[in-house]
């Protein structure tokens, strides 16, 4: 995600590029949620309402960054959806190759950053 926010930041005033970075986030959590789901059963519950709550508070800045991501796209011609899916995709096969209770390890810790987020 460095990459995606690095390339995002440059030369974009402060609060959109914070915008674009929860927009990168709501695009990326639910693949890493994904896959914490399946590496804690118990815990499915807890990171839906998690994420469906981080959503739904920040949707106005979430909609704010995808609108400035995708300007930001258009003037430096980038494809978004290949540029975030690769990013995403190596997000998720760094978290799957965790041995087991480093996962849970992450994934708790991803689970009580959105909430505090909330």
């Known amino acids: 995600m ?33 896959v914490c789901k399946s590496a804690m059963p118990d815990s499915v519950g807890e990171f839906d309402k998690a994420l469906s709550a981080w959503k ?9 960054g995808e609108s400035v991501v995708r300007e930001r796209a258009k003037r430096d011609n980038f494809d978004v959806e290949a540029v975030f899916s ?4 190596s997000m998720v096969s760094r978290l799957n190759s965790l041995n087991q209770q480093s996962k849970k390890e992450k994934c708790e810790y991803m ?7 909330n």
Request: hydrophobic residues 50%; charged residues 15%.
């Open 86 to 89: 690769s990013q995403r995709q």
């Open 56 to 64: 739904e508070k920040n949707s106005s800045v979430i909609a704010k």
């Open 111 to 117: 689970l009580q950053v959105t909430r505090a987020e």
């Open 2 to 34: 460095i990459m995606l926010v690095a390339l995002l930041a440059a030369g974009v005033p402060e609060i959109d590029s914070n915008a674009a970075v929860m927009y990168v986030q709501s695009y990326t959590m639910p693949a890493l949620f994904d």
